[in-house]
T-cell receptor, first 119, second 114 residues
Framework: AQKVTQAQTEISVVEKEDVTLDCVYETRDTTYYLFWYKQPPSGELVFLIRRNSFDEQNEISGRYSWNFQKSTSSFNFTITASQVVDSAVYFCALSGTIHGSSNTGKLIFGQGTTLQVKP | NAGVTQTPKFRILKIGQSMTLQCTQDMNHNYMYWYRQDPGMGLKLIYYSVGAGITDKGEVPNGYNVSRSTTEDFPLRLELAAPSQTSVYFC?????????????FGEGSRLTVL
């Protein structure tokens, strides 16, 4: 079965602190894709990143960075120098190819981590 | 660019009533999905469609029905509303290869069943 676990339900930091959101996944697929989405208080879902299982290079986009480690089945998300505008719920998601999504593109979501950045 | 449009944004239903959540996308995406989001539970897949005329159940399909007569539209129907269906519903669509393309979400529809 496919599963995504975000063990941190809520995280609270003070502005300018660095924060890492954890994501652990389970899949039997050898080819799969991992995603992060942001849901600000307004409620919409904003795509942040997609990573395929063959690309383990870390990625950096401004203050955001992602650490993909197949050995530990983790795809962690770090925000450097957090800002109040980063306050949101963050979802990690998985899309498999054979055992799970079966070429349908279904995303399996984690429970989400609520990040609160205080000024 | 409208993207994925959901209506209504808010609705209150009485137990046993029926309603349809509308979803339309103007990006010519083949793949469309309905998710529900309950507090602290993430998003659960209700139904999905890989193209016009083709639909299939997701994780939590009970109490819902869908149809996909056109590429653009993917309505979700609640036949006999129950309090357990109080949730925020998201419609999404996807282009290109099914597992690589970004999922585009609508703004969500907040449904309360009393």
């Amino acid at each position: 079965a496919q599963k995504v676990t975000q063990a941190q339900t809520e995280i609270s930091v003070v502005e300018k602190e660095d924060v890492t959101l954890d994501c652990v996944y389970e899949t039997r697929d050898t080819t799969y894709y991992l995603f992060w989405y942001k849901q600000p208080p307004s409620g919409e879902l904003v795509f942040l990143i997609r990573r395929n299982s063959f690309d383990e290079q870390n990625e950096i986009s401004g203050r955001y960075s992602w650490n993909f480690q197949k050995s530990t089945s983790s795809f962690n998300f770090t925000i450097t120098a957090s800002q109040v505008v980063d306050s949101a719920v963050y979802f990690c998601a998985l899309s498999g190819t054979i055992h799970g999504s079966s070429n349908t593109g279904k995303l399996i979501f984690g429970q989400g981590t609520t990040l609160q950045v205080k000024p | 660019n409208a993207g994925v449009t959901q209506t209504p944004k808010f609705r209150i239903l009485k137990i046993g009533q029926s309603m349809t959540l509308q979803c339309t996308q103007d990006m010519n995406h083949n793949y469309m999905y309905w998710y529900r989001q309950d507090p602290g539970m993430g998003l659960k897949l209700i139904y999905y469609s890989v193209g016009a005329g083709i639909t299939d159940k997701g994780e939590v399909p009970n109490g819902y029905n869908v149809s996909r007569s056109t590429t653009e539209d993917f309505p979700l129907r609640l036949e006999l509303a129950a309090p357990s269906q109080t949730s925020v519903y998201f419609c999404a669509s996807r282009a290109g290869q099914p597992n690589t393309g970004e999922l585009f979400f609508g703004e969500g529809s907040r449904l309360t069943v009393l």
